[in-house]
């Protein structure tokens, strides 16, 4: 079953910030994000694994919350280039091997 | 590194027509994806294998579409006949896939037209 991810859609003002939200039915090994450009293909941008980790690519960061099924994405002080669509990837164990299943994707506008 | 590489990059074939889609991963990436995104259904895994080997194909709609990884450097999709309602953009992906989960690298994509 797909994860939800919300909003859908967001418009920001450079150097404003962003959260997008992940969220799944299934017990999860890990959560991958992704952003893609228009016409382009979707690129990787960090991986959680089970265990309340954080991590961070630029000043974008995310979280997992393995408990709640959930997991978010932070966009601080945006820019410009942070425009496109973010898509999650969930992967519900090791036995599924590496297979993800993505989210329907937040579209984000950053205007100057 | 190259990254994935897939071609063509644009196909547009009459319906009824077979259409062969195809795959290069990355050197020692032993895993590889097949997904097809539509406005409508978003990014759809299709098929993928491990280590060459078919592993879950419950994402290919019907007995129309076949996929094969011949070896570690080269796969392909191939749907006959095709129908205007295949008509999306294919990404191929691949992937390392160890005791550490990897994130994918995406190939360019091949934007299908059936008319």
């Known amino acids: 079953q797909q994860p939800v991810q919300s909003p859908q859609a967001v418009i920001l003002r450079e150097g404003e910030d962003a959260v997008i939200n992940c969220s799944s039915s299934?017990?999860?090994?890990?959560v991958h994000w992704y952003r893609q450009k228009h016409g382009e293909a979707p690129v990787f941008l960090m991986i959680?694994?089970?265990?309340?980790e954080q991590k961070g690519h630029e000043k974008i960061s995310a979280s997992f919350n393995e408990k709640k099924q959930q997991s978010s994405l932070y966009l601080t002080a945006s820019q410009l280039s942070y425009s496109g669509t973010y898509f999650c990837?969930?992967?519900?164990?090791?036995?599924?091997?590496?297979?993800?299943?993505f989210g329907g994707g937040t579209r984000v506008l950053v205007k100057p | 590194d190259a990254g994935v590489i897939q071609s063509p990059r644009h196909e547009v074939t009459e319906m009824g027509q077979e259409v062969t889609l195809r795959c290069k991963p990355i050197?020692?990436?032993?895993?590889l994806f097949w997904y097809r995104q539509t406005m409508m259904r978003g990014l759809e895994l299709l098929i993928y294998?491990?280590?060459?080997?078919?592993?879950?194909d419950s994402g290919m709609p019907e007995d129309r579409f076949s996929a094969k990884m011949p070896n570690a450097s080269f796969s392909t999709l191939k749907i006959q006949p095709s129908e205007p309602r295949d008509s999306a953009v294919y990404f191929c992906?691949?992937?390392?896939?160890?005791?550490?989960?990897?994130?994918?690298?995406f190939g360019s994509g091949t934007r299908l037209t059936v008319v």
């Open positions: 050197s020692g990436h032993n895993s």
């Open positions: 959680l694994l089970k265990g309340g």
């Open positions: 299934k017990a999860l090994y890990s």
């Open positions: 990837g969930t992967e519900s164990g090791r036995a599924a091997g590496n297979k993800l299943t």
């Open positions: 294998f491990n280590n060459n080997v078919p592993i879950d």
């Open positions: 992906a691949s992937s390392q896939n160890d005791q550490g989960a990897r994130g994918y690298t």
